[in-house]
Antibody
Framework: QVQLVESGGGVVQPGRSLRLSCAASGFTFSSYGMHWVRQAPGKGLEWVAVISYDGSNKYYADSVKGRFTISRDNSKNTLYLQMNSLRAEDTAVYYC???????????????WGQGTMVTVSS | QSVLTQPPSVSAAPGQKVTISCSGSSSNIGNNYVSWYQQLPGTAPKLLIYDNNKRPSGIPDRFSGSKSGTSATLGITGLQTGDEADYYCGTWDSSLSAPVFGGGTKLTVL
């Protein structure tokens, strides 16, 4: 079945780095834009970044621009989020999500992973 | 502060109907499709409505969506205790070139 599985979360000190992965299955990963969305404890959803189906276009929320990098390996059906210079306010559950339409990046998110928790604390 | 505005909470009795509003502007709701997501406690969000009023396969017709101008509404009829969740609206913001969400609405089925 269509599935997204995140991994790589954990506890990290402020200023350090972490890389999240999202393994996709059950659909043609290389045809869809992919997003990262996060949710701080007790808070709402915050979009983080998107990458186009072929990796040629990437967009970021202002809150992470210059610190986070989204990438993908279509040969491995895997999405990544490299997070550098982490701050306490980056503490959240990070979800990867699939864009609804082929080659789209600005549609609804029709498939979500289960999320991976990132805690930034000294 | 979220770009889209939702009421923090709504409540209704089992079997009743409830609506959740989502207010935006011409740069987002006014010129783009709206989607709605349900997040049950401790779980990932799930797509309920896309393209303003379409339901993905498997979503019961108790859930409906509509849009007028710069506002959108999610309707839920025949409320069940299992509908207790947080509901989020979302859309693309053409000025920000980014997806945006509402702050979420907690539904309580009394």
């Amino acid at each position: 079945q269509v599935q997204l599985v995140e991994s790589g979360g954990g506890v990290v000190q402020p200023g350090r780095s972490l890389r999240l992965s999202c393994a996709a299955s059950g659909f043609t990963f290389s045809s869809y834009g992919m997003h990262w969305v996060r949710q701080a404890p007790g808070k709402g959803l915050e979009w983080v970044a998107v990458i186009s189906y072929d990796g040629s276009n990437k967009y970021y929320a202002d809150s992470v621009k210059g610190r986070f990098t989204i990438s993908r390996d279509n040969s491995k059906n895997t999405l990544y989020l490299q997070m550098n210079s982490l701050r306490a306010e980056d503490t959240a559950v990070y979800y990867c999500a699939k864009d609804l339409r082929i080659a789209g990046i600005n549609d609804a998110f029709d498939i979500w992973g289960q999320g991976t928790m990132v805690t930034v604390s000294s | 502060q979220s770009v889209l505005t939702q009421p923090p909470s709504v409540s209704a009795a089992p079997g009743q109907k409830v609506t959740i509003s989502c207010s935006g502007s011409s740069s987002n709701i006014g010129n783009n499709y709206v989607s709605w997501y349900q997040q049950l406690p401790g779980t990932a969000p799930k797509l309920l409505i896309y393209d303003n009023n379409k339901r993905p396969s498997g979503i019961p017709d108790r859930f409906s969506g509509s849009k007028s101008g710069t506002s959108a509404t999610l309707g839920i009829t025949g409320l069940q205790t299992g509908d207790e969740a947080d509901y989020y609206c979302g859309t693309w913001d053409s000025s920000l070139s980014a997806p945006v969400f509402g702050g979420g609405t907690k539904l309580t089925v009394l």
